[in-house]
């Protein structure tokens, strides 16, 4: 962790994090992304939430990453007026899922895989999907889903969106980082 009071590399991270998720989203589902009321918006929620926790993992570490994670769940509930707990439950696996993937990619892959310029953001996909398919198999044998293939069908072109947008915005950041620590280094 590169604990730093820099705030341009966060705000770097979460930019484009986030623009890339939105760029994806736009290309493939148009302006439904902006709609709250539909599931594409979450393309933004996972887009911005993923490049925050992202950002405070590796600037801040993991109390900050996991402290933050948690206001913005709440305030996302308060939002989004979930007023049912079996609502509660798969929103809380969103996050989860996300902060999980998050934490294994820049844990084990972005600290263990330096020499990988690019391309990186494939493992971030692949944890991504892995996490949130486990995590929706888990909460349809919890509520007892009768057919555990449709939600992840249903989610899978959002996830597979988000995976790519976020592991490209936050791999051209550290890219883009690099290169201005490098010069202010010089």
């Not at 994806?24 to 929620?45: M, S, W």
């Not at 509660?88 to 990988?116: C, D, K, N, Q, W």
């Not at 991504?128 to 919890?142: H, K």
Request: with cysteine.
């Amino acid at each position: 962790m590169e604990k730093t009071n820099n705030i341009i590399p966060m705000i770097v991270h979460i930019s484009l994090g986030l623009i890339f998720c939105i760029l994806l989203g736009i290309v493939f589902h148009g302006t439904e992304i902006f709609n709250v009321g539909v599931a594409q918006f979450q393309i933004i929620v996972s887009g911005i939430t993923g490049a925050t926790f992202y950002s405070l993992l590796k600037y801040r570490g993991i109390k900050s990453a996991i402290s933050f994670h948690g206001i913005l769940f709440i305030a996302f509930l308060f939002i989004s007026q979930v007023d049912r707990f079996t609502l509660v439950i798969p929103h809380f696996l969103l996050f989860a899922s996300i902060g999980i993937s998050i934490f294994v990619y820049e844990r084990y892959f972005v600290r263990t895989f330096p020499s990988f310029k690019f391309g990186k953001f494939i493992f971030l996909a692949v944890i991504y999907l892995v996490c949130f398919s486990a995590l929706t198999l888990v909460y349809g044998l919890i509520i007892k889903i009768p057919n555990l293939m449709y939600p992840l069908k249903v989610q899978f072109d959002i996830w597979i969106l988000v995976a790519i947008g976020l592991g490209l915005g936050l791999e051209i950041a550290e890219l883009k980082y690099k290169v201005v620590k490098e010069s202010v280094v010089s």
